[in-house]
């Protein structure tokens, strides 16, 4: 495995090895990120890995300081998951000067996680945009349990022509039903005994699609009032479109529930699709 931090070398490694399978990360690997790796290996014939902590996408107050750098230990999993090229460059190296242009998302980046980190999705998609034209890959790997993020994704390759397949990965979760994060690590340990809460209030909601119910606005009440009711602080939870996540409509067969809620000082996002009948 080779670890590469210069644009200029990775393009001129890259030469010859194609196809390329790309999984960009912000490093703090766990098992799900693991897992998105393995998947590419699957795709593609050299798999690289980027590890960079997007600056982009970071708003006023949270918490770009302090998100973890793991390095060495990423590297380690990474190389016993099959990664071929880690991608490891500084911020002077992707912007060697102030990034001006930026890609504008759709209005639906301003809904749901969008609401609370204003620019957050702008920020995204101008770094996941500047990596693949670094990369050039033939697919890229995103896992489901940023499923917004998946979407807005989606999208740019869709209506900018980008010859990449995206591959969305299933959301890893711990025995307790809680989705994998690097934020997990910020909970304590009583924090991390309730994060679960949220997931089993979504899959509520998805058992109640399930038998038919249609009362979306109830069904998302009744589950912000839960969590309110044992400490969190509710974003939202919301019931979404699976292919557009515009707000559920009682004809849609195909859904998602989605929710964002801080635990402390810890901001946890999960969600569920769902299927009516």
Not at 66 to 76: F, G, N, S, V
Not at 246 to 262: N, P
Request: include cysteine; charge should be negative; proline fraction near 5%.
């Amino acid at each position: 495995m080779e670890i590469i931090s210069s644009v200029s070398v990775l393009r001129e490694t890259l030469q010859g090895r194609q196809p390329v399978a790309f999984v960009p990360t912000m490093g703090n690997l766990h098992q799900g990120h693991i897992a998105l790796v393995e998947q590419a290996r699957r795709q593609g014939r050299c798999v690289v890995v980027s590890i960079f902590v997007n600056p982009l996408q970071f708003g006023a107050g949270e918490d770009l300081e302090k998100y973890p750098r793991t390095l060495e230990a990423d590297c380690r999993k990474l190389q016993t998951a099959g990664a071929d090229i880690v991608f490891t460059p500084s911020a002077q190296e992707l912007f060697p000067t102030p990034q001006q242009f930026q890609v504008e998302p759709p209005l639906i980046a301003n809904e749901l996680c969008g609401a609370f980190r204003p620019g957050h999705f702008r920020g995204v998609a101008t770094i996941v945009l500047k990596l693949f034209n670094i990369v050039q890959p033939a697919c890229a790997v995103f896992g489901k349990k940023d499923y917004q993020q998946l979407h807005i994704i989606r999208g740019m390759v869709r209506e900018f022509d980008l010859p990449i397949e995206i591959v969305a990965g299933e959301t890893m979760r711990a025995e307790d039903g809680l989705a994998l994060s690097s934020r997990n690590g910020y909970l304590t340990p009583e924090e991390r005994a309730e994060a679960p809460r949220l997931y089993r209030n979504l899959l509520q909601i998805r058992e109640a699609v399930a038998t038919g119910r249609r009362d979306f606005v109830a069904l998302e009440s009744a589950a912000a009032a839960d969590l309110a009711s044992h400490g969190w602080q509710v974003d939202y939870i919301s019931l979404r479109h699976a292919g557009n996540l515009q707000t559920a409509q009682a004809e849609d067969a195909s859904l998602v529930a989605l929710g964002a809620a801080r635990l402390g000082t810890t901001r946890l996002i999960d969600n569920l699709e769902c299927s009516a009948p």
